[in-house]
């Protein structure tokens, strides 16, 4: 019960923390698409690790969390104003480059010239057709 009710808090948190980064003015922040990968809550609730990437590759993550790491207070008041929690948790943003590798996946995967089984018979029943 206890690792169902972090997990919910977790997921609040996370939801709180993507709209009020939208709305910081720390231009390390809003100058690049961050995305929070996810949220890992101490058992007590003391401490929140935050991991950050952004589109724009790791270098650009790291900058947005120096900028988030600075006005982690302001997270915290924030935090605390919108769910009312008990304890309120230290944040610490970490970079994260998982988004720049899913990106980079994709865009080989979009690369290969693969033909799937489905449209190899349908250029079976193509020349089949043209051949008669």
Known sequence: MATFRMNRTGEDVK????????????????SSILTIIKTELSNDLSHCKV??????????AKEACKGLNSAS????????????MRRTPDFHF???????????IAR?????????????????EETDENEN
């Open 15 to 30: 939801r709180e923390l993507i709209d009020i980064i939208r709305h910081l003015k720390d231009p390390r922040v809003n």
């Open 51 to 60: 991991y950050v990437s952004s589109i724009e590759g790791l270098e650009r």
């Open 73 to 84: 207070g302001f997270v915290r008041r924030e935090i605390n104003n919108r769910l009312k």
């Open 94 to 104: 970490v970079p994260d480059n998982s988004t720049e590798y899913s990106a980079d």
């Open 108 to 124: 080989i995967l979009n690369g290969l010239d693969i033909q799937h089984e489905d449209d190899e018979a349908l250029d079976e």
